[in-house]
T-cell receptor, first 116, second 113 residues
Framework: EPEVTQTPSHQVTQMGQEVILRCVPI?????FYWYRQILGQKVEFLVS????????KSEIFDDQFSVERPDGSNFTLKIRSTKLEDSAMYFC??????????????FGEGSRLTVL | AQSVTQPDIHITVSEGASLELRCNYS??????LFWYVQSPGQGLQLLLK??????LVQGIKGFEAEFKRSQSSFNLRKPSVHWSDAAEYFC???????????FGTGTSLTVIP
């Protein structure tokens, strides 16, 4: 069964360092997303990406964040200068359709980021 | 503003008992509703979704949910819980005004023998 894969599963970094989280969405999907879940809190939307550009982003997704689809398979989230409050589980998701026309989100297992 | 509320942070049920997890949303646009389950160390897996038609939808693993527009609710139910159902359950909504999924805070389910 096709699945979304994420690497690394866990990353520990020092405050101020750059972090890149990688995702391989399901191959025929067109819409890509990053969500995050701070421990004990709800899953929060960060950004959606379609046709090689950001289609929506939340207030959390400030200038410290960027996304890229560098090739036909990977979808990356970069945090330029990590802060303590960036510690969270980051989920990548992909869908074949948009959510409001029946698009089911397929999630990866998450990348846990710990900022010290 | 859009919001999704799961009033129960943690629920404990006995194996074989029935289960109902609550989900409410607020916003004026047409909602499209989902329930996801997250087992420890796993990603989120879709249980079921509602877009239109019959307001009672069936999902995987014996779960069902009922959309009640008058109550802005989409509660998840299962008639007989199994120990393997212990997990975190998330309600999610996307509105027809955008493509962003809004998640509730989740309900943690413990199943006791």
């Amino acid at each position: 069964e096709p699945e979304v894969t994420q690497t690394p599963s866990h990353q520990v970094t020092q405050m101020g360092q750059e972090v890149i989280l990688r995702c391989v969405p399901i191959s025929n999907h067109l819409y890509f997303y990053w969500y995050r879940q701070i421990l004990g809190q709800k899953v929060e939307f960060l950004v959606s990406f379609y046709n090689n550009e950001i289609s929506e982003k939340s207030e959390i997704f400030d200038d410290q964040f960027s996304v890229e689809r560098p090739d036909g398979s990977n979808f990356t989230l970069k945090i330029r200068s990590t802060k303590l409050e960036d510690s969270a589980m980051y989920f990548c998701a992909s869908s074949e359709e948009q959510g409001y026309v029946g698009g089911e989100l397929f999630f990866g297992e998450g990348s846990r980021l710990t900022v010290l | 503003a859009q919001s999704v509320t799961q009033p129960d942070i943690h629920i404990t049920v006995s194996e074989g008992a029935s289960l109902e997890l609550r989900c409410n949303y607020s916003y004026g646009a047409t909602p499209y509703l989902f329930w996801y389950v997250q087992s420890p160390g796993q990603g989120l897996q879709l249980l079921l979704k509602y877009f239109s038609g019959d307001t009672l939808v069936q999902g995987i693993k014996g779960f069902e949910a009922e959309f009640k527009r008058s109550q802005s609710s989409f509660n998840l139910r299962k008639p007989s819980v199994h120990w393997s159902d212990a997990a975190e359950y998330f309600c999610a909504v996307v509105w027809d005004t955008g493509n962003q999924f809004y998640f509730g805070t989740g309900t943690s389910l413990t199943v006791i023998p």
